[in-house]
């Protein structure tokens, strides 16, 4: 079986040669549709007493973060008991770090059981830097690989990679588990001039039937794509497109243009880097929102201000902990997803809690406008969800006389005719208000709002520099 059954070793250890029949919808039945109090007491309890035992041994940063809390691994003998363990915060870790480079003293494995060194992108701080170990690889390879099956990746693909292939996690997390499932991979890449330009030509030509890359990304080649004369719904051949690195797989009027762009499925997945395998929040082929695979990476919806754990049908961060690694296991770390998660059942069969509406922020991505918490998502829906408007748009917050103002800026399609364009400004205007945003709207030319290959960063926050100006004078 793929999934080991003898589920209190740790760690655990799989057939790196089974695949289930190409008819199952299960990568294995057992455990997914399992009875959730029966998984949480004989799966994944045991599991999560194995990872504390073994950081508490093994990881002098935990060993010093838990007795300075007055906490052992023996004081958790409930999923209860372990809200005792204190959260973990990426400033926590970069700091670690710096004061023990380049791994930090969580690494926890010599360094000739290290397989990959990758790395965060360092855009909010300094990078992270993971060490990761040969074990853990394949581990991440089988628990990537068992969640694409989930939604729908066979050994008959072919997986076209359009993601940068560096120390970002994604790419290479995509292609483990493809592999790992026996599907064929096309590790395209991203980022270099030119290239988004021949990925549409190998596209016609090799029809990959699986994408893996940023939302973003997908729409920007299929702009690409309409302007040098192709049809991304007849010259490419995508049934499933899965996405990870922002919100947007997950925001309806998004993932509509994509399905309707492409003709295929389009799945919402991904937490965070240092939780690999990031895709441990993913949606099946019904697209009821993300499962939480729990028995790989446990994770917790907390209170964005007490951290403490929320019942079902509530909102607010999700702390996440590994149960499968042995190389800097991250234990009830502060991602700052923000999220709503229900265990209403699923039509697949699974009983893992669902994220409804997938991540659709983050704690460090909302900003505050008048006293109101805005997510860039709800923006994107908006947007998105008008046709005449691109997918492209910018939000500026300026600051004037002390009072927060909201730029919402959009692109009109090249088609449009410029008299219509009073009309898209005014069906945005209300779109916004109607979410509770009191917004500038400014319609742009098409193509003038910068594109993107990776990450789009679409929020520019000019408040600081008003509050500058204003200590100067």
């Known amino acids: 079986m793929g999934t080991t059954k003898n589920w209190t070793k740790w760690p655990p250890r799989y057939d790196p040669a089974f695949v289930p029949p190409d008819d199952s919808p299960y990568w294995d039945r ?31 940063f935990y060993r010093k973060k838990w007795d300075q809390a007055g906490v052992k691994p023996e004081d958790i003998r409930s999923l209860d008991d372990f809200e005792q363990i204190p959260v973990v915060t990426k400033e926590e870790i970069r700091q670690d770090q710096m004061e023990h480079p380049p791994f930090g003293s969580n690494q926890c494995v010599p360094q000739t059981e290290v397989g990959r060194v990758h790395g965060t992108s360092g855009t909010t701080g300094k990078p992270t830097a993971f060490a990761i170990s040969k074990g853990d690889v394949s581990r991440i390879a089988e628990a990537h690989a068992r969640i694409m099956w989930n939604f729908g990746l066979r050994p008959t693909d072919t997986v076209f990679i359009g993601s940068f292939f560096s120390l970002y ?7 483990l588990g493809a592999e790992r499932l026996g599907a064929a991979v096309f590790p395209f890449g991203a980022g270099v001039p030119g290239q988004s330009d021949r990925a549409l030509e190998w596209m016609k030509e090799v029809k990959p039937t699986a994408f893996y890359g940023t939302p ?14 192709f049809d991304p719904l007849k010259d490419f ?16 009027s998004t993932r509509k243009r994509i399905e309707e762009t492409y003709g295929g499925i389009c799945i919402d997945s991904g937490s965070t880097a240092e939780m690999t395998p990031w895709m441990t929040d993913c949606e099946c082929d019904h697209r009821q929102g993300m499962h939480l695979y729990q028995d ?3 994770a917790e919806v907390v209170d964005v201000n007490t951290r ?12 996440y902990t590994h149960l499968e690694r042995t190389s800097q296991p991250m234990i009830r770390f502060w991602a700052g997803d923000i999220t709503r998660w229900v265990d209403d059942p699923c039509p697949c069969g699974r009983t893992y809690p669902r994220l409804p509406h997938g991540i659709y922020g983050r704690a460090d991505d909302m ?7 805005v997510y860039p998502s709800a923006i994107e829906d908006s947007i998105r969800a008008i046709p005449g408007l691109g997918d492209e748009f910018r939000i500026i917050i300026t600051r004037e006389k002390a009072m927060d103002e909201l730029i919402v800026q959009a692109e009109y399609v090249p088609d449009a005719d410029p008299a219509d364009t009073p009309r898209l400004k005014a069906e945005l205007e209300r779109a916004l208000k109607a979410r509770g945003l009191r917004t500038v709207v400014q319609l742009e030319a098409p193509n003038t709002i910068e594109r993107t290959q990776f990450k789009a960063r ?16």
């Open 30 to 60: 057992e455990l997914e549709t399992m009875d959730p109090e029966q998984r949480e007491k004989e799966v994944i309890l045991p599991k999560l007493q194995g990872q504390l035992t073994y950081a508490y041994e093994h990881s002098p």
């Open 169 to 175: 996690m994604g790419s290479w997390g995509a292609l």
């Open 216 to 229: 973003s990304y997908s729409l920007y080649l299929a702009e690409k794509a309409v302007k040098k004369g």
């Open 237 to 252: 051949n995508f049934n499933i497109l899965f996405f990870s690195g922002e919100p947007g797989a997950g925001v309806p």
């Open 296 to 298: 790989i990476v446990y």
């Open 308 to 319: 403490k754990r929320l019942p079902y049908g509530r909102e607010g961060a999700i702390v």
């Open 367 to 373: 900003f505050v406008v008048r006293g109101e918490n």
């Open 458 to 473: 679409r929020i520019i926050d000019k408040r600081d520099l008003y509050d500058h100006l204003i200590q100067e004078k």
